[in-house]
């Protein structure tokens, strides 16, 4: 997962590869809790394009994980894919303080920059930031699951299961009628 800058020519350089997700500290750390299963490698397209001094890398990141439903439980698979506008800059050799060095860093973070060292770049974390990102914020296993029944636990999309549930609004509509009663 390295880049080598001396290979990004004038023209750029496209790289694609893909990677177990057990290599990114994160994700096998997800693995490990059981929060999710990936069926895939983590695939990467990008290029890498030179600008003056800043290296820009483009791309792509997909995969297939399995993960539990957030209403039924269920476990279901759905592909991540996620876009990304990674701008890298050569970490500046003669900043003298640690202090120093340590204001650089968070001022080129704030503009979006990420430092590098040396004559490659490392593109681990920005992978695996683009992965995590690219979960669903709700993880359903389709738009209309019917999720559980609150009061006996039956997947409702297998069907009803006959228990009494009230609406969302079930008391409110109760007292509307009982102000009509009287
Ligand atoms: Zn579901
Ligand atoms: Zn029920």
Do not use: W
Request: aromatic residues 6%; glycine residues 6%.
């Amino acid at each position: 997962m390295y880049l080598r800058i001396e290979q990004i020519k004038e023209e750029g350089l496209t790289l694609e590869f893909e990677e177990k997700p057990e290599v990114f500290p994160e994700l096998s750390e997800m693995i490990n809790q059981g929060e999710c299963n990936f069926i895939a490698p983590i695939k990467t397209a990008l290029r890498a394009t030179r600008i003056d001094d800043m290296i820009e890398v483009k791309g792509e990141i997909n995969t297939f994980v399995r993960l539990p439903c957030g209403r039924c439980l269920k476990e279901y698979d759905t592909a991540l894919k996620s876009r990304f506008d990674l701008t890298y800059t050569h970490r500046i050799p003669d900043a003298q303080e640690d202090e120093e060095q340590a204001d650089i860093e968070i001022s080129a973070a704030e503009m979006g920059l990420i430092y590098f060292a040396g004559e490659e770049i490392n593109l681990q974390d920005g992978i695996q930031e683009q992965v995590i990102m690219a979960f669903p914020v709700k993880a359903l296993c389709r738009e209309n699951c019917q999720g559980l029944c609150s009061s006996c636990g039956n997947d409702l999309n297998q069907g009803d299961c006959g228990c009494d549930r009230l609406p969302p609004d079930g008391r409110f509509a109760a007292l509307k009628n009982l102000k009509l009663d009287t």
